[in-house]
């Protein structure tokens, strides 16, 4: 029987689905005419979605019979996956619509509703319990990823990005499906709880292989770096705007799914995924920071900049303790604005004539044509490559604090030597905008929207540290959750 | 006993077909070698006393996956003529093959009536008081109808995703419009004409 505490606590979802459904309506007899009115009603069902967190669904506890999981990690992770879905969703129509020699046209309405479903997939995914709502949840993403990406079905790369993803996105799913089935062979539950239960009394050689193959497959979600070959390809094929989304919602999804799994499902097995995990964190820092500097698209950098990320995020869950956690959610947290920052800053790199560029030489006297553009690239870069007074640092401070808290020195050494690494390329762009000789003229400020949208991203990142006691509470109770 | 020989005859039978699958030269035989082996595996099930599985084995890999199957393959450059002309020397293998899967049906369906192998590990028991598509549709519906309604809105998304991206508004199509057909006058559209004869007729 269906309770009603477990239709409370699963809200958001249920009201996100909803609301897909009915803008699908929307869509259909409204045309792609409606798209912009089906966007901005996307973002109030997001908007509804995320304050109906606040109650049974970030304290409830558990949902259908443990299937679904209501506490304040997953609404820690919702509120930043609301936030970069409806992002994603606003910037978009002036993407679409402007200047893509004919073949982006404008925008088609289904882009907010494929947004809304992505996000209910990744709610699930933040809030599974069982390994089959993280499957189902993590497909429902998915898919509606692999369409996203390829949506300007008539520019080549585009296309290109969504079949690569697809091909790859399918094989790991098959590898993550194996993992699951042999958890399941293994340990006789699907259940987080029953997995953690059967893993209490020693880890059987089955159970091993299980988990290698789940954290590999994760990883290949979050894009770490044995698996993150298809990141850079996917990030410069697809759209703007579904780059965005793929650099900040998913990634925080992923996250929050492969912390949920590691420390409650495996939480038993420390030491066997913690090698694992200071493997992908330390090749992810490194890799990213060093394919990056031979880059010269914009799109294709930050691709390599959300892997040396991801493995920073990875430092802290390595340390395997609720301080690693909530350094990993506040991480997070800073990442997303940071990461949105720089892709609205991105959106507004356009020619003379209103063309999207993405050469990294045209930003070259930026900083002469459009001061205040320059000057916020200039914060999000100084911001990602973590120097000091910015929010990037303190992010990168907490999960370094958190490593050496846990005994992890060598892990924390290393990472910020290899962060002075990660450095370079991102000072690059900021000599380019500041010292290079003026190439190309750029198009004026086309949108307040979005440059306030930037304004605030950028005020966040300087002031945020106003935010600190808010981010540091909730990122501790939602550790605490877990 | 019979179980035994029945799961012995099942199993080689099964492991035969999946090899001649990849070691079969010509694409339509490995697919009809897939459907042998699929057959087989339903009749695993069957022994296992799994009938719902046996029954989604055969309508959905035969029925569905492996004609797929056929077609793809039919639509890979075949010499069909070269086929044909093998047809009567084929005659008696098909035969066979027909009446290997007929005799392993009747004994599949004699089997289910002398009751299932028995399994030495089972991880849950077996509810005895239903069958198991009873079983399954029970726990499908109640335990986890929430992931089984997240399952349809994927398979809704997936649907959309095809249609976003190769549905395209040609130009020069004629589509129906009903409120104009049916607000259309007979009036407008038939014309009597008193045609004298002899005469062409003036359009």
Redesign the interface.
């Known amino acids: 029987m269906i309770e009603t505490a477990s239709l409370l606590m699963t809200m958001p979802e249920l009201l996100l689905t909803g609301a897909g459904l009915i803008l699908l309506m929307v869509a259909t007899f409204g045309g792609d005419n409606s798209a912009r009115l089906v966007g901005w009603l996307a973002v109030a069902a997001l908007a509804v979605a995320g304050w109906s967190l606040c109650g049974l669904p970030s304290t409830g506890g558990e949902a259908f019979d443990g299937l679904y999981r209501a506490d304040a990690f997953g609404a820690f992770a919702k509120v930043l996956i609301y936030v970069a879905a409806a992002v994603s969703i606003v910037i978009a129509p002036r993407f679409f619509a402007t200047g893509n020699s004919g073949i982006g046209g404008a925008i088609r309405a289904e882009y907010p509703v494929l947004i809304i479903f992505a996000t209910v997939g990744m709610g699930l995914m933040v809030s599974a319990g069982d390994m089959l709502t993280l499957y189902v949840g993590l497909e429902l993403n998915s898919l509606a990823a692999y369409v996203l990406a390829s949506f300007m079905r008539q520019d080549g790369r585009s296309a290109e990005a969504g079949l690569k993803y697809f091909v790859l996105g399918a094989l790991a799913s098959g590898i993550l499906l194996y993992g699951i089935s042999l958890l399941y062979g293994f340990t006789g539950s699907t259940s987080y709880t029953g997995i953690a239960t059967a893993m209490a009394d020693g880890l059987s050689n089955g159970e091993l292989f299980g988990l290698v193959f789940v954290l590999a497959a994760l990883a290949f979600k979050i894009s770490a770096v044995p698996f993150h070959m298809w990141t850079p390809d996917v990030y410069e094929g697809a759209p703007t705007p579904v780059t965005a989304f793929f650099a900040s919602a998913p990634k925080v999804a992923a996250m929050g799914l492969l912390v949920r799994v590691s420390m409650e499902a495996m939480g038993s097995a420390l030491t066997s995924w913690q090698q694992i995990v200071i493997f992908v964190a330390l090749a992810s820092i490194l890799f990213g920071a060093v394919a990056a500097i031979g880059q010269s698209n914009i799109k294709r950098l930050l691709a390599y900049s959300s892997i040396n990320n991801v493995g920073f995020a990875l430092v802290g869950l390595a340390a395997g303790t609720a301080e690693g956690v909530a350094a990993v959610m506040s991480y997070l947290a800073i990442y997303v604005v940071m990461t949105l920052g720089s892709f609205l800053c991105v959106l507004q790199m356009r020619d003379a004539d209103g063309n999207p560029v993405e050469d990294i030489a045209s930003l070259a006297g930026l900083s002469q044509s459009r001061k205040g553009l320059a000057a916020a690239f200039a914060i999000f870069m100084f911001s990602l490559a973590g120097i000091p007074p910015l929010m990037g640092f303190w992010a990168k401070f907490l999960v370094f604090d958190a490593a050496v808290a846990a005994g992890l020195t060598g892990l924390a050494v290393f990472g910020i030597a290899a962060s002075v690494i990660g450095a370079f390329y991102y000072l690059k762009i900021i000599k380019t905008i500041y010292f290079d000789e003026p190439a190309g003229e750029y198009a004026p400020a086309g949108s307040t929207l979005e440059s306030a949208l930037i304004a605030v991203s950028a005020a966040i990142i300087v002031l945020g540290y106003l935010l600190n006691p808010l981010l540091d509470a909730t990122s501790k109770a939602a550790a605490a959750a877990l | 006993m019979i179980q035994l020989f029945a799961f012995y005859l099942f199993a080689c039978v099964m492991v035969a077909a999946g090899a001649l699958t990849i070691f079969a030269r010509n694409p339509v035989h490995s697919v009809l070698w897939l459907i042998v082996a699929f057959f087989n595996a339903a009749g695993l099930m069957v022994l296992v006393g799994a009938e719902f599985i046996a029954m989604l084995l055969v309508i959905v890999y035969v029925g569905a996956v492996a004609v797929l199957f056929l077609f793809v393959v039919m639509m890979l450059n075949i010499d069909f003529a070269e086929l044909r002309a093998g047809f009567v020397s084929y005659l008696p293998f098909g035969m066979l093959i027909a009446l290997v899967l007929l005799a392993e049906i009747l004994l599949g369906v004699g089997i289910w009536q002398a009751g299932p192998v028995e399994l030495a590990g089972r991880?849950a028991p077996v509810p005895t008081d239903m069958h198991n598509i009873e079983a399954i549709g029970a726990l499908l519906y109640?335990?986890?109808?929430?992931?089984f309604e997240?399952?349809g809105?994927?398979l809704?998304?997936?649907m959309?995703?095809a249609?976003?991206?190769t549905h395209r508004a040609r130009s020069g199509v004629r589509g129906q419009n009903i409120a104009q057909q049916n607000r259309r006058n007979p009036k407008d559209a038939v014309v009597n004409v008193n045609q004298p004869v002899g005469q062409g007729v003036e359009l």
């Open positions: 991880a109640t335990r986890y109808i929430f992931l997240a399952a809105i994927i809704l998304v997936a959309i995703g249609i976003v991206l």
